[in-house]
């Protein structure tokens, strides 16, 4: 198993009754499912992810993924519930996926919860697409599947989706800024 640092969607809830509330499902309402990289290889081994919302890789927005929970909120207590979005497994050659995806929380007394929409990236395969783009951008067209091309063109894709975005996680800021460098590395030298 490999573990991936990536950032926490969180949501803090209070409950201002005198009974305990039951938070018994979060419903994931995903309005997009992007690809952004360019293909750096492939291999047959996968990668099992463990995260609390696990995005089947067929799935095509828009789409609900259901998340059934037995979170108990105190009364009178304000407490944060946590949630990483991710594929159900990871493969070699696989691309990082933004997704796009607003949250709404089902209690126990029939009310709902509805949490802005987000974006947030996976970050389980960015290491890899960045280290090949990095090498193309170095041998001034091509490192084995990743062209200068691709990178100009997923550099633009990535800055889209995060003018586009609403929130955006540090992993998707952080990716786009890295692809923008090299993007810009790329037209210094062609």
Known sequence: MKD????????????????????SQA?????????VGCP??????????????????????PFKQVRQ????LPPHEQERVAFTVGPKSVFDGQLPRA??????????????VKVPEMTYMDPSSIKSVLWSAERAVEDGERFGFTTVSCIKE????????IK????????????????TRLAGLASKTT
């Open 69 to 72: 929970m037995k979170y108990g």
């Open 164 to 179: 586009q975005a609403k929130n955006v996680s540090p992993e998707l800021q952080r990716y786009s800024a890295e692809l």
């Open 99 to 112: 997704y796009t995806f607003a949250i709404t929380l089902h209690l126990d007394d029939k009310t709902r």
């Open 40 to 61: 750096y290889g492939a291999g047959g081994t996968e990668v099992k992810a463990r995260y609390d919302v696990k995005v089947p890789l067929e799935a095509r927005a």
């Open 4 to 23: 991936w640092k990536a950032s926490l969607v969180t949501v803090i809830l209070r409950n201002n009754g005198d009974n305990p509330s039951l938070v």
């Open 27 to 35: 419903e994931f309402h995903f309005s997009s499912v992007t690809e």
């Open 154 to 161: 997923q550099e633009r894709k990535a800055r889209k989706i």
